[in-house]
């Protein structure tokens, strides 16, 4: 009995094995393939697949492979290939992570890797390429890049008899009470407490975060400038002109600012096409970011950078895929779909959507943020100063005392 | 008879049938182990190996990238995980998250099935709807939960304050202490279901005999629930003790979601959700390899001490 049990067992196991070892993929000996993972939303990785289409036609022997994450998962996705050795080849990532992956050796250094690496890098905007910028090496090039601009609510405006958006901070603050009527309606809100949702009226004002080597954040983050800048949100928010939204739990700024609950939101180039698909009938209205201190440092430097793994088998590949990404041709087809284009030279292009033209010019005075491996913990130290001022628990001065605290902590440690 | 005496003599009938040579290929029977083979391997292969695996990432200053430049660091990442006041306090919030969700989950629990356990007209159906909550997504639950919760339009305020019995919207999910209500719910509403379930399977263990002696003793209602239901009742609760407290310190999802704003300023974090962060924002694989390891500590700790002091085995003849 148990004689017949064993042959059968061993048959199966034989055939298991001869089926999978014919099923196994036969790789064609001449074309490449390149895995390329992104976080782009649906209308946008329509156009990639057009954009990857054009790219194989003018070179039959590299094929790209694209995968789409969601922006919340892909962290730890690209964390697990690499655990795995199977990262993918080139990727588009966050600005703010490129340091971080760069420190665990996980990135090729392009400055060295690519030929024509210069020439490419004095085409794009300056604060964008710094982003890529970490221990004196280029790990990276932007691929697109945003920044926020104010959003007003027209329709709100003229009903209290406000025709213009705000051009200065102080107008800023008057507007946003104005604005504002108990909790039926509020004049601005903000989309949480961590620093990408401040920076814009931080940078403004004249804040900074680090010094400009980034060697250290005493006198910086809690300088004068900083603390006036958090003071002032600080003000309206006791006032009750912001909306208790950005401490957690509330009305998202997309929404409540389409269906009429918040007057004022700054936020970036993207907002088009939310607002196209979920709320078509609003009209959104751009504005520049209210002038505060001077008018060379306004808003946050956004966007992804294009990077290659440290671990490519096909780098020429790679690095012929990466320079098509940076080239005029890519740049104006992304940004149809709402991409802002990295070169400079196309500032003011016609074959630019018209409300690029904002946020382009928004973009010769936004501010980077500090490129460094710890930014996400520094993030969550201004995070909760912000938090604990709000709630009264600290002053604005020591909450950012004590951020200044911890973000030389981690600018000491390397 | 018992089942062991008769394939004794079923293998004594066998053998006398068969030779002698016969007897001894019988009596080696290699089936058994080639169908446990599979089974060993994947075990080995997904769980022994990478627990083992994971042990060894403790002791470094773990590079993802290039394992072999991973500089050994002893007990440090322990030592770090223990001194850090977030991963201190995510311990108490997971202690208070247990301490809430497990009576919880057993007294409601109790109470349902003792209800399911009567005939009535649609038991099928409601035994079917208490079980629901139980297989829906954490991740679908926990975003309806903060949906209900919403500081500013959720349905929990509205209900309240219509009611009268709070003035202002209470914003559950912007502090860490009071996150922790709708946290506890959602973990108490989710396993309410399956301890009914275990609960119903012990309450029908029970000899219908002992309730009829008691009637006839003339005992009431909560003479025989704490006389006769608790007592044979023992061992299930003692497993449900042991393995919803399990479940409880493993509490990941619902905190995950809740911590993703970055509002709670990691004073919110559970073990498991700081071992998340830890290792997957911060990069710091070793520190977070430690800190799952000290779980494990923990947990064992607390079931073995369960067992030791609450198991006792009740028997009526």
Not at chain 1, 131 to 157: A, C, E, I, M, S
Request: glycine content about 6%; overall charge neutral.
């Amino acid at each position: 009995m148990n004689r017949k049990l064993f042959f059968l067992f061993t048959s199966f196991i034989l055939l298991t094995l001869i089926a999978t070892v014919f099923n196994a993929p036969v790789r064609a000996a001449e074309s490449v393939t390149i895995t390329y993972w992104h976080t782009y939303s649906d209308p946008e990785t329509a156009q990639l697949a057009r954009l990857i289409d054009m790219f194989q036609k003018d070179n039959p022997n590299i094929k790209i492979e694209p995968t789409k994450y969601a922006y919340d998962d892909y962290k730890k996705a690209i964390l697990t290939s690499i655990a795995g050795g199977q990262a993918p080849d080139v990727m588009r990532m966050d600005i703010v992570w490129v340091p971080q992956f760069a420190k665990q050796g996980a990135l090729l250094q392009l400055d060295t890797a690519m030929p024509d690496f210069k020439k490419i890098a004095d085409a794009v905007f300056p604060g964008p390429l710094a982003t890529n910028y970490w221990d004196g090496k280029y790990w990276g090039l932007p691929q697109n890049t945003n920044t926020q601009v104010l959003l007003w609510n027209q329709k709100l405006f003229d009903a209290a008899g406000i025709k213009e958006p705000p051009e200065t901070v102080a107008e800023f603050v008057d507007d946003a009470c104005k604005l504002t009527s108990g909790t039926k309606q509020y004049g601005y809100a903000l989309g949480g407490t961590y620093f990408w949702a401040p920076a814009p009226l931080f940078y403004s004002m004249g804040g900074k975060v680090t010094d400009d080597k980034v060697t250290t954040s005493t006198g910086y983050v809690n300088g004068k400038e900083s603390v006036a800048a958090f003071q002032n949100m600080l003000d309206l928010y006791k006032k009750g002109c912001i909306s208790p939204n950005l401490l957690g739990g509330g009305i998202g700024t997309a929404q409540g600012h389409a269906t009429g609950l918040y007057a004022m939101i700054i936020d970036g180039p993207w907002m088009v096409d939310i607002y196209k698909t979920d709320y078509p009938d609003f009209k959104v209205r751009f504005a520049p970011i209210p002038v505060g201190m001077g008018t060379n440092n306004s808003s946050v430097v956004g966007g992804e950078n294009v990077v290659v793994s440290a671990t490519t088998q096909h780098q020429p590949e790679a690095l012929t895929w990466v320079k098509y990404l940076m080239s005029e041709k890519a740049q104006l087809f992304m940004a149809q779909v709402g991409a802002i284009p990295v070169l400079s030279s196309l500032t003011g292009s016609k074959d630019l959507p018209a409300y690029f033209e904002v946020f382009m010019n928004q973009l010769k005075t936004a501010q980077a943020r500090v490129a460094h491996p710890s930014w996400s913990a520094m993030d969550d130290a201004i995070n909760a100063a912000f938090t604990k001022m709000l709630k009264g628990e600290k002053t604005a001065q020591e909450a950012l005392d004590e951020a200044a605290k911890t973000i030389d902590g981690l600018l000491a440690k390397k | 008879m018992s089942q062991l005496s008769v394939r004794r003599q079923v293998s004594a009938q066998t053998n006398q049938a068969l030779g002698l040579r016969e007897q001894r290929i019988q009596q080696r029977n290699f089936a058994p182990y080639l169908f446990l083979l599979p089974g060993a391997v994947l075990f080995v292969l997904f769980i022994l190996w990478p627990m083992l695996y994971s042990l060894r990432i403790s002791f470094f200053q773990w590079n993802i990238v290039k394992p072999e430049t991973s500089v050994n660091v002893g007990v440090q990442n322990y030592l770090d995980a223990l001194t850090d006041p977030i991963f201190q306090r995510s311990v108490v919030n997971t202690v208070i998250y247990g301490l809430i969700t497990v009576p919880g989950q057993i007294i409601f629990g109790t109470f349902v099935a003792l209800l399911l356990n009567a005939r009535f007209p649609g038991r099928t159906l409601f035994r079917t709807l208490y079980y629901l909550p139980v297989i829906t997504s954490w991740v679908i639950v926990t975003l309806l939960f903060q949906y209900l919760f919403n500081g500013q339009a959720g349905m929990v305020n509205s209900v309240l304050q219509s009611l009268g019995l709070i003035r202002e919207p209470i914003r559950w999910l912007a502090d860490a202490r009071l996150v922790m209500i709708p946290l506890t719910l959602l973990g108490i509403w989710k396993g309410v279901g399956w301890t009914a379930v275990i609960v119903l399977a012990g309450l029908q263990a029970i000899p219908e005999s002992l309730y009829e002696a008691a009637a006839v003793d003339g005992a009431n209602l909560r003479q025989c629930f704490l006389q006769i239901t608790l007592p044979l009742l023992r061992p299930t609760l003692v497993f449900l003790l042991v393995v919803l407290t399990i479940g409880a310190m493993n509490v990941y999802i619902s905190g995950l979601l809740i911590n993703r704003s970055g509002n709670l300023l990691n004073e919110a974090h559970f073990v498991l959700t700081w071992m998340d962060k830890q290792t997957f924002e911060n990069f710091n694989f070793g520190q977070g390899a430690a800190i799952s390891y000290l779980l494990t500590a923990i947990v064992f700790i607390v079931s073995f001490v369960q067992i030791r002091f609450l198991q006792r085995d009740v028997m009526y003849s």
